[in-house]
């Protein structure tokens, strides 16, 4: 306990205050009915200046109560709907509550009578916290003040949504007692339960009792107290020992009877009883709980929660870190042994994790490290003090890197603690970074310059690597060029349940790392290293927000503040790089950065390569300086940034290459595949061969020649020639696309230019388009704004020539707004549209889409749209209650309505009335229309469409009645699905008379855009 003593010195020199809550909790675990009953006392001791009303207490079990919670909003937005559906038996939830302070009883209240929460919390997110709660105190607690507070409880353990929860005789028990909020100096800090955003507690000792079954083995955060108990775990130690060494031996015969490579994939084994092992202890099998019970006793001081984790079937690993001040770490492995292979090097992991981290940042202070193997819905880990739980793997690799990632957050969520839900990287990040640090190899002294594999640079001991694409170029970062393809990337100064889940998961964790990596590699191990020993040293036990860390770093001689600029900032930088040759090998070189500041102070990476792009040499080069640089002899092409993990779609001002004419122009290479990573210095066009088909055209074959698709670029192009072998003509489409990518309100801006020519029909089209962002607003719409035109003609089949509609000016300009709502149980998604034919004649349209999953697997499906146009307008602006596609806005395998047989004509569009009946003749200047889709209640796979309509000019009105097969959307702009008519006003006395005509009646729909944007879903 020596090393908390020197912690609480430098804690005491500081005027930053850290409230202390110490706890008594009591427990007893009711397997059979799923229940805890308990009991706390805890003592808040006020260490703060401020005279405290009251405390806010979290009830986190009640997260998983009912639907409606903040944790159900965030699993159904994130697209997960177990909670919602759950039946009431499955939920959990606190109760039987009767707090006492200072022995007087107390009734808590609504979280929202409460005080402010600290700056930066969403207030509105405590109207759904059933969770949060705030107890006010019956006299206030002055400066230096202690209260004690008590109370009864009784928690319902849910099965496992999140991480709290229960698989047969399995239980994890996390997040599970009343348990303060946080207040310190930027005020109090009230959490509802999410998985996005997990922790923010308060330090304190912990004394627990826990009242289990008998035969179940328990691993908890602190130090057992109970000896008998301890034999327990050691007899369960050897024979878990033993039955490896058996199964070890086993598995050695099985690969002499059949050597080869076996590679398995799997969450967990199908069975409980793998074949070709020993025959499991009668422990490993037991499923059911003791009738007697024993009580396990656990103590430990300096740690801000407490977790435990109960299962009879537990094995047992050990194994022993010392540290280099004496310090000896346990390191123990709870498992069910069907996951063996995988777990029985845990304990190892685990050593490995301390043993590097202690030297690294800090010593670890605790007596031991435990990973429990249990069922888990947030992640393959989860961390708590001293113990973590991770998913059930037999995949080695795997869990070496789940556990060298939950071990790492006894650091930084454990001792540091940072605010994970206000600033989810300091923690999910910075331990990210050094997950990677402790399972990569050790790094190589020499340059790798081989052809396979990917190259890199060694920049101070530390290699960056270089994915090498086609014909060896040097190829972007391809996780960050996957995270700005779906221009999901977000700022990280936002708190955690502002965060979508891509940009939480790759942006918080992924792209933290790497961009901590490669400020390491600019400016060196040793220092980085010597900067978080500082940090640690500073803010163990105290909680340390952003400025914390980057005071300790830019203590050391880090520029931090720049290092956090860039984490923070909301635009994407443009590194600018000129060059001019003053000698034969040398060159006077200036980059700028764009923002003005960003990576300031910071060395930017640069690399010399020769023909081949092989490295040469590599630099660290100043920003927004000028300078003289010799090249190597045989430098060939110069570029900065190479690495692409700070990144940049503007790179043609990153490059120089040193021979030929246009020395800052790219490059094109050639390849056979529509997907072009970015090359630096390179323009990559992708040549893919087509084939199509319709009834003017005949067989048609191809090549698609495109710059684009993945990632987004600021400029992109496709042209599309294909042969039709019955007109002997080329038919085909082309078009252009530029982006914008502003950092205000808007999120992307696109301008795009498109032609096509395909079965007497030739459309070009026009349009410029801003996406207004979500990202912030999680649950929130997304909408966009176009402007487009229109330019339409037609052709008739002999001779083959276009008669161009309004005498070549465009046919339709109209401005649209579109706006989409998504979740996994509700989807809301509106249009509207004011178009003019510039000849006089209005015309607008509104429609409004539902999917609402009322029940587990059953979905209904709405529409609704109105049309009106002007009288006197061209018959391609009219309304058709069957859907019309009047400007070529989808392709589909005919021209819409043309074909020899009825498969290809009927073909009925989602748009305008979709009648689910052929009606080509109806047409009208105002149409108002509903459908309806209803899974079948027996076969769920069919479904019961209702169509209706009206117009209003004709007074006339439709209906129809069809099942159809399943609508299906393969991505989000392609849906395929058939329907047949079964009653309607299509059919003489509202139904067929025989199966024929029903037959006769099918449609199908296809809805292909155009343009290849739809190939975003791809990736």
Same mark, same amino acid.
């Given at each position: 306990?020596?090393?908390?003593?020197?912690?609480?010195?430098?804690?005491?020199?500081?005027?930053? &205050?850290?409230?202390?809550?110490?706890?008594?909790?009591?427990?007893?675990?009711?397997?059979?009915?799923?229940?805890?009953?308990?009991?706390?006392?805890?003592?808040?001791?006020? +260490?703060?200046?401020?005279?405290?009303?009251?405390?806010?207490?979290?009830?986190?079990?009640?997260?998983?109560?009912?639907?409606?919670?903040?944790?159900?909003?965030?699993?159904?937005?994130?697209?997960?709907?177990?909670?919602?559906?759950?039946?009431?038996?499955?939920?959990? &939830?606190?109760?039987?509550?009767?707090?006492?302070?200072?022995?007087?009883?107390?009734?808590?209240?609504?979280?929202?009578?409460?005080?402010?929460?600290?700056?930066?919390?969403?207030?509105?997110?405590?109207?759904?916290?059933?969770?949060?709660?705030?107890?006010?105190?019956?006299?206030?607690?002055?400066?230096?003040?202690?209260?004690?507070?008590?109370?009864?409880?009784?928690?319902?353990?849910?099965?496992?949504?999140?991480?709290?929860?229960?698989?047969?005789?399995?239980?994890?028990?996390?997040?599970?007692?009343?348990?303060?909020?946080?207040?310190?100096?930027?005020?109090?800090?009230?959490?509802?339960?999410?998985?996005?955003?997990?922790?923010?507690?308060?330090?304190?000792?912990?004394?627990?009792?826990?009242?289990?079954?008998?035969?179940?083995?328990?691993?908890?955060?602190?130090?057992?107290?109970?000896?008998?108990?301890?034999?327990?775990?050691?007899?369960?130690?050897? !024979?878990?020992?033993?039955?490896?060494?058996?199964?070890?031996?086993?598995?050695?015969?099985?690969?002499?009877?059949?050597?080869?490579?076996?590679?398995?994939?799997?969450?967990?084994?199908?069975?409980?009883?793998?074949?070709?092992?020993?025959?499991?202890?009668?422990?490993?099998?037991?499923?059911?709980?003791? #009738?007697?019970?024993?009580?396990?006793?656990?103590?430990?001081?300096?740690?801000?929660?407490?977790?435990?984790?109960?299962?009879?079937?537990?094995?047992?690993?050990?194994?022993?870190?010392?540290?280099?001040?004496?310090?000896?770490?346990?390191?123990?492995?709870?498992?069910?042994?069907?996951?063996?292979?995988?777990?029985?090097?845990?304990?190892?992991?685990?050593?490995?994790?301390?043993?590097?981290?202690?030297?690294?940042?800090?010593?670890?202070?605790?007596?031991?490290?435990?990973?429990?193997?249990?069922?888990?819905?947030?992640?393959?880990? $989860?961390?708590?003090?001293?113990?973590?739980?991770?998913?059930?793997?037999?995949?080695?690799?795997?869990?070496?890197?789940?556990?060298?990632?939950?071990?790492?957050?006894?650091?930084?969520?454990?001792?540091?603690?940072?605010?994970?839900? =206000?600033?989810?990287?300091?923690?999910?990040?910075?331990?990210?970074?050094?997950?990677?640090?402790?399972?990569?190899?050790?790094?190589?002294?020499?340059?790798?310059?081989?052809?396979?594999?990917?190259?890199?640079?060694?920049?101070?001991?530390?290699?960056?690597?270089?994915?090498?694409?086609?014909?060896?170029?040097?190829?972007?970062?391809?996780?960050?060029?996957?995270?700005?393809?779906? +221009?999901?990337?977000?700022?990280?100064?936002?708190?955690?349940?502002?965060?979508?889940?891509?940009?939480?998961?790759?942006?918080?964790?992924?792209?933290?790392? +790497?961009?901590?990596?490669?400020?390491?590699?600019?400016?060196?191990?040793?220092?980085?290293?010597?900067? $978080?020993?500082?940090?640690?040293?500073?803010?163990?036990?105290? %909680?340390?927000?952003?400025?914390?860390?980057?005071?300790?770093?830019?203590?050391?001689?880090? #520029?931090?503040?720049?290092?956090? %600029?860039?984490?923070?900032?909301?635009?994407?930088?443009?590194?600018?790089?000129?060059?001019?040759?003053?000698?034969?090998?040398?060159?006077?070189?200036?980059?700028?950065?764009?923002?003005?500041?960003?990576?300031?102070?910071?060395?930017?990476?640069?690399?010399?390569?020769?023909?081949?792009?092989?490295? =040469?040499?590599?630099?660290?080069?100043?920003?927004?300086?000028?300078?003289?640089?010799?090249?190597?002899?045989?430098?060939?092409?110069?570029?900065?940034?190479?690495?692409?993990?700070?990144?940049?779609?503007?790179?043609?001002?990153?490059?120089?290459?040193?021979?030929?004419?246009?020395?800052?122009?790219?490059?094109?290479?050639?390849?056979?595949?529509?997907?072009?990573?970015?090359? $630096?210095?390179?323009?990559?066009?992708?040549?893919?061969?087509?084939?199509?088909?319709?009834?003017?055209?005949?067989?048609?074959?191809?090549?698609?020649?495109?710059?684009?698709?993945?990632?987004?670029?600021?400029?992109?192009?496709?042209?599309?020639?294909?042969?039709? &072998?019955?007109?002997?003509?080329?038919?085909?489409?082309?078009?252009?696309?530029?982006?914008?990518?502003?950092?205000?309100?808007?999120?992307?801006?696109?301008?795009?230019?498109?032609?096509?020519?395909?079965?007497?029909?030739?459309?070009?089209?026009?349009?410029?388009?801003?996406?207004?962002?979500?990202?912030?607003?999680?649950?929130?719409?997304?909408?966009?704004?176009?402007?487009?035109?229109?330019?339409?003609?037609?052709?008739?089949?002999?001779?083959?020539?276009?008669?161009?509609?309004?005498?070549?000016?465009?046919?339709?300009?109209?401005?649209?707004? !579109?706006?989409?709502?998504?979740?996994?149980?509700?989807?809301?998604?509106?249009?509207?549209?004011?178009?003019?034919?510039?000849?006089?004649?209005?015309?607008?349209?509104? !429609?409004?889409?539902?999917?609402?999953?009322?029940?587990?697997?059953?979905?209904?499906?709405?529409?609704?749209?109105?049309?009106?146009?002007?009288?006197?307008? #061209?018959?391609?602006?009219?309304?058709?209650?069957?859907?019309?596609?009047?400007?070529?806005?989808?392709?589909?395998?005919?021209?819409?309505?043309?074909?020899?047989?009825?498969?290809?004509?009927?073909?009925?569009?989602?748009?305008?009335?979709?009648?689910?009946?052929?009606?080509?003749?109806?047409?009208?200047?105002?149409?108002?229309?509903? +459908?309806?889709?209803?899974?079948?209640?027996?076969?769920?796979?069919?479904?019961?469409?209702?169509?209706?309509? &009206?117009?209003?000019?004709?007074?006339?009105?439709?209906?129809?009645?069809?099942?159809?097969?399943?609508?299906?959307?393969?991505?989000?702009?392609?849906?395929?699905?058939?329907?047949?008519?079964?009653?309607?006003?299509?059919?003489?006395?509202?139904?067929?008379?025989?199966?024929?005509?029903?037959?006769?009646?099918?449609?199908?729909?296809? !809805?292909?855009?155009?343009?290849?944007?739809?190939?975003?879903?791809?990736?």
């Amino acid at each position: 306990m020596y090393r908390f003593a020197l912690l609480a010195i430098v804690w005491g020199q500081t005027p930053n &205050f850290q409230q202390r809550v110490d706890y008594f909790i009591q427990a007893i675990l009711y397997p059979k009915e799923n229940l805890l009953r308990g009991y706390i006392r805890f003592t808040y001791t006020n +260490n703060s200046p401020d005279t405290l009303q009251g405390l806010y207490i979290h009830l986190w079990p009640n997260a998983y109560s009912r639907r409606g919670t903040a944790f159900d909003r965030q699993q159904r937005i994130t697209g997960k709907k177990q909670l919602y559906f759950a039946r009431s038996e499955e939920r959990g &939830f606190i109760d039987s509550l009767d707090f006492r302070v200072g022995g007087q009883p107390v009734k808590p209240l609504p979280a929202v009578q409460g005080p402010p929460p600290a700056p930066g919390y969403s207030r509105a997110l405590l109207r759904h916290a059933p969770d949060v709660v705030w107890l006010p105190l019956p006299q206030p607690l002055p400066p230096k003040g202690q209260v004690i507070v008590e109370t009864p409880f009784r928690v319902q353990v849910p099965i496992t949504f999140s991480r709290m929860g229960r698989s047969g005789p399995q239980f994890q028990i996390t997040q599970w007692y009343p348990k303060p909020a946080v207040y310190d100096r930027k005020g109090w800090h009230p959490l509802p339960y999410l998985d996005q955003g997990e922790f923010y507690s308060e330090w304190g000792r912990y004394e627990v009792e826990l009242s289990v079954p008998e035969n179940f083995i328990v691993g908890a955060t602190g130090i057992l107290q109970t000896p008998e108990e301890y034999a327990r775990l050691q007899a369960r130690i050897q !024979e878990t020992g033993d039955w490896l060494k058996k199964a070890v031996s086993y598995a050695s015969r099985d690969t002499l009877r059949s050597p080869g490579l076996s590679l398995r994939i799997t969450r967990g084994p199908k069975s409980s009883t793998p074949r070709n092992l020993p025959p499991f202890p009668r422990w490993a099998q037991d499923t059911l709980p003791s #009738p007697t019970y024993k009580t396990l006793r656990f103590v430990q001081d300096s740690v801000h929660d407490f977790a435990w984790f109960a299962d009879p079937r537990y094995g047992i690993v050990t194994d022993t870190v010392t540290l280099a001040d004496g310090h000896r770490v346990a390191c123990v492995g709870l498992f069910r042994l069907p996951y063996y292979e995988a777990w029985q090097y845990s304990a190892r992991y685990i050593a490995e994790a301390i043993q590097k981290l202690s030297p690294w940042v800090g010593p670890y202070p605790y007596a031991h490290a435990t990973a429990v193997e249990g069922g888990l819905e947030a992640g393959g880990g $989860m961390e708590y003090p001293m113990i973590t739980v991770i998913i059930p793997t037999t995949d080695t690799a795997s869990l070496r890197d789940i556990i060298a990632h939950e071990v790492g957050h006894n650091w930084f969520q454990g001792i540091l603690a940072s605010n994970e839900r =206000l600033h989810p990287w300091q923690d999910e990040g910075i331990n990210s970074y050094y997950e990677q640090r402790i399972i990569s190899p050790p790094t190589p002294t020499t340059q790798d310059t081989g052809t396979s594999g990917s190259r890199g640079l060694i920049i101070n001991g530390q290699r960056i690597p270089l994915p090498i694409g086609l014909k060896g170029r040097l190829i972007g970062h391809p996780m960050m060029a996957f995270y700005h393809h779906l +221009n999901a990337d977000q700022p990280f100064s936002l708190s955690s349940e502002k965060y979508s889940l891509i940009a939480y998961g790759i942006g918080v964790y992924q792209r933290t790392q +790497n961009v901590l990596r490669y400020f390491v590699s600019q400016v060196g191990q040793t220092s980085w290293d010597k900067g $978080m020993q500082r940090y640690f040293r500073e803010w163990a036990f105290r %909680h340390p927000y952003p400025e914390d860390w980057v005071g300790s770093l830019s203590a050391e001689g880090l #520029p931090a503040a720049s290092l956090l %600029h860039a984490l923070y900032s909301d635009r994407e930088p443009d590194f600018r790089l000129k060059a001019r040759k003053v000698g034969s090998t040398q060159y006077q070189l200036r980059i700028e950065a764009r923002p003005k500041g960003y990576w300031q102070g910071i060395p930017l990476s640069a690399v010399a390569t020769d023909k081949d792009q092989r490295p =040469l040499a590599e630099y660290h080069l100043p920003t927004d300086s000028t300078f003289t640089l010799t090249l190597p002899e045989n430098t060939r092409f110069f570029c900065i940034n190479p690495e692409q993990v700070l990144f940049e779609r503007k790179t043609n001002n990153n490059f120089f290459y040193t021979r030929g004419l246009f020395r800052h122009w790219q490059r094109p290479v050639v390849s056979f595949s529509p997907l072009q990573l970015p090359a $630096m210095g390179y323009t990559g066009i992708g040549i893919t061969p087509m084939v199509g088909y319709n009834y003017r055209d005949g067989l048609m074959a191809g090549l698609l020649i495109n710059h684009g698709l993945f990632p987004k670029r600021l400029l992109e192009f496709h042209v599309l020639p294909m042969y039709s &072998f019955l007109a002997g003509e080329v038919r085909g489409s082309a078009g252009v696309t530029v982006r914008a990518f502003p950092s205000g309100a808007v999120q992307l801006i696109e301008a795009r230019l498109r032609t096509a020519t395909f079965a007497g029909f030739w459309r070009s089209k026009a349009s410029i388009e801003a996406t207004f962002r979500r990202r912030y607003e999680v649950f929130g719409w997304r909408h966009i704004v176009r402007l487009r035109t229109h330019h339409l003609a037609y052709a008739t089949e002999q001779p083959y020539t276009y008669t161009w509609e309004n005498a070549g000016r465009p046919a339709y300009v109209a401005l649209d707004w !579109e706006g989409r709502r998504e979740e996994a149980i509700l989807t809301i998604a509106s249009s509207a549209s004011v178009g003019h034919d510039l000849r006089g004649h209005w015309r607008a349209e509104a !429609e409004s889409r539902l999917s609402w999953e009322a029940f587990p697997k059953w979905r209904l499906w709405a529409r609704s749209y109105a049309g009106w146009v002007q009288t006197g307008a #061209p018959d391609y602006l009219l309304f058709r209650p069957s859907g019309y596609d009047p400007f070529g806005e989808r392709v589909l395998i005919d021209r819409f309505r043309e074909g020899p047989t009825r498969l290809t004509r009927q073909q009925m569009p989602e748009t305008q009335g979709a009648w689910r009946t052929p009606s080509d003749t109806l047409r009208t200047t105002t149409l108002l229309a509903a +459908n309806l889709e209803l899974p079948l209640p027996v076969w769920r796979l069919l479904v019961l469409r209702i169509d209706a309509g &009206f117009l209003p000019v004709e007074k006339r009105s439709y209906w129809g009645l069809s099942v159809g097969l399943p609508v299906i959307r393969l991505w989000p702009d392609l849906f395929i699905g058939g329907y047949f008519p079964v009653l309607g006003s299509s059919y003489t006395h509202g139904r067929p008379t025989t199966l024929t005509q029903v037959l006769q009646n099918f449609t199908w729909s296809v !809805e292909i855009p155009l343009h290849l944007r739809w190939l975003r879903g791809l990736w």
